[in-house]
């Protein structure tokens, strides 16, 4: 399996963050190379790494659809085995990773996730929400979301019963990949900055 690991000079925390991509994009997509030099500015380390049908499509140039559920989970406690165990590691991830992130947490697999963009429910499809795992979270879980996202806005899911340990942040006119309107004054790159900060607060404060 493929790894990115980027270190930072003076860490903050002993934990690393194991990020994982989205469905449609890799490891080294512009949202998880800024992400991850961000929160290395920050004191955090970080190791990238890829699904197998990422990895695939990486060798064979074909595009490939995600492996199920089952898969990524087992792919993304591997990563979290080669981080040194999740005595060492907070899982996250960029909407899809941020998902199997979450669903690691429910199982108790792992002591902290969060999720960057979480895939509430696909886009148009308000009705199918992706919630039948929340009810087995008890551990911290950050989640940074941009306020129009598709796939959770905030008047969706300030009216959802998430876990009590989930704590939202909000991107204000962000978009899935956290970028505001121009006319909002706001820029992709503040909100990203922002993200960034809020993630290392939260894998700090667990250190």
Request: charge should be neutral; proline fraction near 8%.
């Amino acid at each position: 399996m493929p790894y990115l690991c980027d270190r930072p000079q003076k860490p903050k925390s002993h934990l690393t963050l194991v990020l994982a991509h989205g469905a449609g994009a890799p490891m080294d997509s512009e949202f998880m190379t800024c992400m991850a030099r961000l929160l290395n500015d920050r004191g955090i380390s970080v190791v990238r790494f890829e699904f197998p049908y990422m990895a695939e499509r990486r060798e064979s140039g074909k595009k490939r659809p995600p492996n199920r559920m089952p898969e990524l989970m087992k792919s993304f406690y591997a990563a979290v085995e080669h981080c040194g165990g999740p005595q060492l590691c907070v899982v996250g991830g960029k909407s899809m990773g941020g998902r199997v992130a979450s669903m690691l947490l429910a199982d108790g697999a792992v002591q902290a996730a969060v999720s960057l963009g979480y895939p509430f429910h696909p886009t148009g499809k308000p009705d199918n929400l992706r919630k039948d795992h929340w009810g087995a979270i008890e551990a911290p879980w950050l989640i940074v979301q941009g306020t129009r996202d598709p796939m959770g806005k905030r008047e969706e899911v300030e009216g959802y019963e998430l876990p009590s340990s989930a704590l939202v942040k909000w991107l204000d006119d962000g978009d899935h990949d956290f970028k505001p309107r121009k006319a909002s004054g706001l820029t992709q790159s503040q909100h990203w900055v922002q993200a960034a900060d809020w993630v290392s607060e939260f894998i700090v404060g667990l250190s």
